[in-house]
């Protein structure tokens, strides 16, 4: 111990010979100056001594580098960086963690499992199952100086992102609230009364009436804080809703506020899972909290549990932590040549990196995890000014620290510039256990097509949408000129990338095992602006995608997509009922080259959208005043330059075709499917729906009903050997580089 502990302040000496440095520690003292051997012992001590220095020093040029002794800092507000804490070009300002996944940075408060207690109160004891009262013990926050529980609030489809109310996690894993049934849903029965339609403009605010078909309901009479979350119409729209009554005589739930396209039953997908309820306090690895006395009921999970039946022992050792803080743990705002490296942020209500403005930061080698909200956040959200659902008559403000109603304005402000700066970088890091979403990538200008240039590398995003089940992505990023690179997303009902934005480029990521159970959604989405063009998907390996059981696509190009450019990837296991290639009269998209493994269905759908499901539409899209049309000439100028130089196969969009009162851009059009090796499948490898109204260049592909080649196919290594028939049958068919498609090994991976 004391020949490592000599190591390591040789190897601190060495690099403050290189640099000036500061030392963070828990066992510091912020008397101290903030040397390796007199380290201040807080955050913000340490961040003051940076400023104070850059005030001294103004010519000096090199590295300031803040070394964060390992240990757990717990922060009860944001710690927050701005111009005073940048460097220059000749300054770079480094955060680092002295060692990876030891220096947490903490929005909670960690709970000693010693103090916890078996359940004595009989009024609680008799609210829960026999079994569940002889495990499950308790422990006062309010004593422990816990008194702001949160509070549980509406979210879901249309509604905006808002912070969880107190979470609680057990040695890093989240635990969940007690809840009902343990396994499944249950069944939307009879609908009643659907309540009010925010998505039409109803504006009754009526939540919705229907029958229950489990007797369990019964239970829950005359508690006033249950929630339910649930698909109540769609399945691509969950909501977490209240419930208002429990009507036992005549078996039957109120809602107290709808759900954006009102309740509907009938569909295997229209059910509900209930939570917040004690009577359900039922399995290990289950919590629910007494607001009113601020007691915390637990059942401990069994994994490695000793034979002590109610888990004390167990949980004595455990580490147990409460989410408390609910703006992001660490802010970035109009700061340049600022690094955090290597720190693990965790435990809040809200996000856990926010960044805004500035430009050449950089977000190296952290976990990002157990957050009420998402990851890390680029750019500003937006603040709806009134409580409504509905998206077309949207009104709000953009506001910095939230997510908020961020779709619904980017969707009322396509060109919305949300100021995320340039050449950002996040690189390496691990980002799940979020609420909504994983990582929010943004930059650039979308009416200049000014290109950012902000970058997410070789970061591992899963498990990303534990409150807001779906709408959220595993990365989204909208904007001018973005890069999303070598990355690794998996494990979510919801999908994997969305688009917004111009000049995108996705490169040698490793998506799988998304779009689980939900309808209508790909992983790697884009729709409803043509103006959004330019974006490239290539040399991505997409596999274990889908359910059978629900609507899913591949690349999905929804109502009006263009230009986008899908070279060089590799499709395996895709359970897509539309296709690999999807599109509603989209125009201008290419799929070559690409290497598609035994598809379910047609490889590339063609659907004139606007002929089909949506006729008579057509006005309130590319009429005055329509959607489409306002996108293109108010939220851009898309007969102007940039656009009318950059894009000139734009300029004729909205041209009306003669002899009909019909426009050009109700048609599918100009799109190819070229170059392309498929292996099983449908003899024909794509499908056409809307007559001649849907339309698609088809040449050179190359359809095998056995291994064309690969190195080895039984175990998922298909990179082609140069003898592969495909090289012969295809001319000028490119090798796919399948083995640097996923995550690479770096200095934060090894």
């Given at each position: 111990?004391?020949q490592?502990?000599?190591?390591?302040?040789?190897?601190?000496?060495?690099?403050?010979?290189?640099?000036?440095?500061?030392?963070v520690?828990?066992k510091?003292?912020?008397?101290?100056?903030?040397?390796?051997?007199?380290?201040?012992?807080?955050?913000?001590?340490?961040?003051?001594?940076?400023?104070?220095?850059?005030?001294?020093?103004?010519?000096?040029?090199?590295?300031?580098i803040?070394?964060?002794?390992p240990?757990?800092?717990?922060?009860?507000s944001?710690?927050?960086?701005?111009?005073?804490?940048?460097g220059?070009?000749?300054?770079?300002?480094?955060w680092?963690?002295?060692?990876k996944?030891?220096?947490?940075?903490?929005?909670?408060?960690?709970?000693?499992?010693?103090?916890?207690?078996?359940v004595?109160?009989?009024?609680?004891?008799?609210?829960?199952?026999?079994?569940a009262?002889?495990?499950?013990?308790?422990?006062?926050?309010?004593k422990?100086?816990?008194?702001?529980?949160?509070?549980h609030?509406?979210?879901?489809?249309?509604?905006?992102?808002?912070?969880?109310?107190?979470?609680?996690?057990?040695?890093?894993?989240?635990?969940?609230?007690?809840?009902y049934p343990n396994?499944?849903?249950?069944k939307?029965?009879?609908?009643?009364?659907?309540?009010?339609?925010?998505?039409?403009?109803?504006k009754s605010?009526?939540?919705?009436?229907?029958?229950?078909?489990?007797?369990?309901?019964?239970?829950?009479v005359?508690?006033?804080?249950?929630?339910?979350?649930?698909?109540?119409?769609?399945?691509?729209?969950?909501?977490?809703?209240?419930?208002?009554?429990?009507?036992?005589?005549?078996?039957?739930?109120?809602?107290?506020?709808?759900?954006?396209?009102?309740?509907?039953?009938?569909?295997?997908?229209?059910?509900?899972?209930?939570?917040?309820?004690?009577?359900?306090?039922?399995?290990p690895?289950?919590?629910?909290?007494?607001?009113?006395?601020g007691?915390?009921y637990?059942?401990?999970?069994?994994?490695?549990n000793?034979?002590?039946s109610?888990?004390?022992a167990?949980?004595a050792?455990?580490?147990?932590?409460?989410?408390?803080?609910e703006?992001?743990?660490?802010?970035?705002?109009?700061?340049?040549?600022?690094?955090?490296?290597g720190?693990?942020i965790?435990a809040?209500?809200?996000?856990?990196?926010?960044?805004?403005?500035?430009?050449?930061n950089?977000i190296?080698?952290?976990?990002?995890?157990?957050?009420?909200?998402?990851?890390?956040?680029?750019?500003?959200?937006?603040e709806?000014?009134?409580?409504?659902?509905?998206?077309?008559?949207?009104?709000?403000?953009?506001?910095?620290?939230?997510?908020?109603?961020?779709?619904?304005?980017?969707?009322?402000?396509?060109?919305?510039?949300?100021?995320?700066?340039?050449?950002?970088?996040i690189?390496?890091?691990?980002?799940?256990?979020?609420?909504s979403?994983?990582?929010?990538?943004?930059?650039?200008?979308?009416?200049?097509?000014?290109?950012?240039?902000?970058?997410?590398?070789?970061?591992?995003?899963?498990?990303?949408?534990?409150?807001?089940k779906f709408?959220?992505?595993?990365?989204?990023?909208?904007?001018?000129?973005?890069k999303?690179?070598h990355?690794?997303?998996?494990?979510?009902?919801?999908?994997?990338i969305?688009?917004?934005?111009?000049?995108?480029?996705?490169?040698?990521?490793?998506?799988h095992?998304?779009?689980?159970?939900?309808d209508?959604?790909?992983?790697?989405?884009?729709?409803?602006?043509?103006?959004?063009?330019?974006?490239?998907?290539?040399?991505n390996?997409?596999?274990?995608?889908?359910?059978?059981?629900r609507m899913?696509?591949?690349?999905?190009?929804?109502?009006?997509?263009?230009?986008?450019?899908?070279?060089?990837?590799v499709?395996?296991?895709?359970?897509t009922?539309h296709?690999?290639?999807f599109?509603?009269?989209?125009?201008?998209?290419?799929?070559?080259?690409n290497?598609?493994?035994?598809?379910?269905d047609a490889?590339?759908?063609?659907?004139a959208?606007?002929?089909?499901?949506?006729a008579g539409?057509?006005?309130?899209?590319?009429?005055?005043?329509?959607?489409?049309?306002?996108?293109?000439?108010?939220?851009?100028?898309?007969?102007?330059?940039?656009?009318?130089?950059?894009?000139p196969g734009?300029?004729?969009?909205?041209?009306?075709i003669?002899g009909?009162?019909?426009?050009?851009?109700?048609?599918?059009?100009?799109?190819?499917f070229?170059?392309?090796l498929?292996?099983?499948?449908?003899?024909?490898?794509t499908k056409?729906?809307?007559?001649?109204?849907?339309t698609?260049?088809?040449?050179?592909?190359?359809?095998?009903?056995s291994?064309?080649?690969?190195?080895?196919?039984?175990?998922?290594?298909?990179?082609?050997?140069?003898?592969s028939?495909?090289?012969?049958?295809?001319?000028?068919?490119?090798?796919?580089?399948?083995?640097?498609m996923?995550?690479y090994?770096?200095?934060?991976?090894?």
């Amino acid at each position: 111990m004391k020949q490592l502990l000599k190591t390591i302040i040789f190897l601190l000496i060495i690099n403050q010979l290189a640099a000036q440095q500061f030392y963070v520690s828990p066992k510091g003292h912020n008397s101290n100056l903030g040397t390796a051997q007199k380290p201040v012992a807080t955050l913000q001590k340490a961040q003051a001594l940076v400023r104070d220095f850059k005030k001294a020093n103004p010519g000096y040029a090199g590295d300031i580098i803040v070394t964060v002794m390992p240990g757990t800092y717990e922060l009860t507000s944001t710690l927050s960086f701005n111009e005073q804490d940048a460097g220059s070009d000749k300054v770079n300002v480094r955060w680092l963690a002295f060692a990876k996944n030891k220096v947490i940075l903490s929005g909670g408060k960690n709970i000693n499992g010693r103090l916890f207690k078996k359940v004595t109160n009989p009024t609680i004891l008799a609210r829960l199952e026999k079994n569940a009262a002889e495990n499950v013990v308790e422990v006062s926050l309010t004593k422990l100086g816990i008194t702001n529980f949160g509070t549980h609030q509406s979210y879901g489809h249309g509604q905006p992102v808002i912070p969880a109310p107190l979470e609680l996690y057990y040695n890093q894993d989240p635990l969940i609230l007690a809840h009902y049934p343990n396994n499944g849903a249950v069944k939307i029965g009879k609908v009643i009364d659907k309540g009010s339609v925010p998505r039409i403009g109803d504006k009754s605010n009526r939540g919705g009436l229907f029958n229950y078909t489990d007797n369990r309901q019964s239970k829950w009479v005359g508690q006033k804080d249950i929630w339910i979350q649930g698909t109540f119409n769609y399945g691509f729209a969950d909501d977490y809703i209240n419930i208002a009554n429990i009507d036992t005589t005549k078996k039957e739930i109120k809602l107290a506020s709808p759900h954006i396209y009102g309740i509907a039953h009938g569909r295997d997908f229209q059910e509900y899972i209930a939570y917040n309820i004690l009577e359900e306090l039922d399995s290990p690895g289950e919590w629910w909290l007494d607001k009113k006395t601020g007691m915390l009921y637990v059942w401990p999970p069994t994994n490695n549990n000793p034979s002590n039946s109610a888990g004390k022992a167990h949980i004595a050792t455990a580490n147990i932590t409460v989410s408390i803080l609910e703006t992001p743990i660490v802010s970035i705002t109009n700061a340049k040549h600022l690094t955090i490296e290597g720190f693990t942020i965790e435990a809040g209500r809200g996000m856990g990196i926010y960044l805004e403005g500035g430009s050449n930061n950089t977000i190296a080698g952290c976990t990002v995890r157990n957050l009420g909200t998402s990851g890390i956040f680029m750019g500003q959200g937006a603040e709806a000014k009134q409580k409504d659902m509905g998206i077309d008559d949207f009104d709000g403000t953009p506001t910095s620290g939230i997510i908020g109603s961020l779709q619904n304005y980017l969707y009322k402000n396509t060109s919305w510039n949300r100021n995320a700066g340039f050449n950002q970088t996040i690189i390496s890091c691990d980002v799940y256990n979020t609420g909504s979403g994983g990582i929010y990538l943004s930059g650039g200008d979308k009416k200049t097509l000014t290109k950012a240039n902000n970058i997410v590398e070789n970061c591992k995003v899963h498990d990303f949408n534990r409150r807001n089940k779906f709408i959220w992505s595993g990365i989204s990023v909208d904007g001018c000129g973005n890069k999303i690179r070598h990355c690794e997303i998996y494990n979510s009902d919801w999908q994997g990338i969305f688009v917004h934005g111009n000049e995108h480029v996705f490169e040698y990521n490793n998506i799988h095992h998304v779009t689980l159970n939900s309808d209508d959604t790909s992983p790697w989405y884009i729709g409803r602006d043509p103006s959004d063009r330019g974006n490239v998907v290539r040399y991505n390996y997409f596999h274990h995608i889908g359910n059978p059981n629900r609507m899913n696509m591949g690349i999905y190009c929804d109502d009006s997509s263009a230009d986008v450019f899908v070279f060089g990837n590799v499709f395996y296991k895709m359970e897509t009922k539309h296709g690999i290639l999807f599109t509603n009269s989209g125009w201008d998209l290419v799929m070559k080259n690409n290497i598609i493994i035994e598809p379910t269905d047609a490889t590339a759908q063609i659907s004139a959208h606007y002929y089909t499901w949506a006729a008579g539409s057509e006005k309130s899209m590319f009429g005055e005043n329509g959607l489409i049309r306002n996108r293109l000439t108010k939220s851009v100028a898309y007969k102007e330059e940039p656009y009318a130089s950059k894009y000139p196969g734009l300029l004729e969009y909205l041209d009306t075709i003669p002899g009909t009162h019909q426009w050009k851009a109700m048609r599918a059009n100009r799109n190819v499917f070229a170059d392309n090796l498929i292996i099983g499948g449908p003899t024909s490898p794509t499908k056409l729906i809307g007559g001649p109204y849907a339309t698609i260049t088809e040449r050179d592909n190359y359809r095998s009903v056995s291994d064309p080649g690969f190195v080895d196919m039984v175990h998922e290594n298909f990179t082609l050997h140069p003898t592969s028939e495909v090289f012969k049958k295809i001319k000028g068919f490119e090798p796919v580089p399948f083995e640097k498609m996923g995550l690479y090994k770096d200095k934060y991976r090894n």
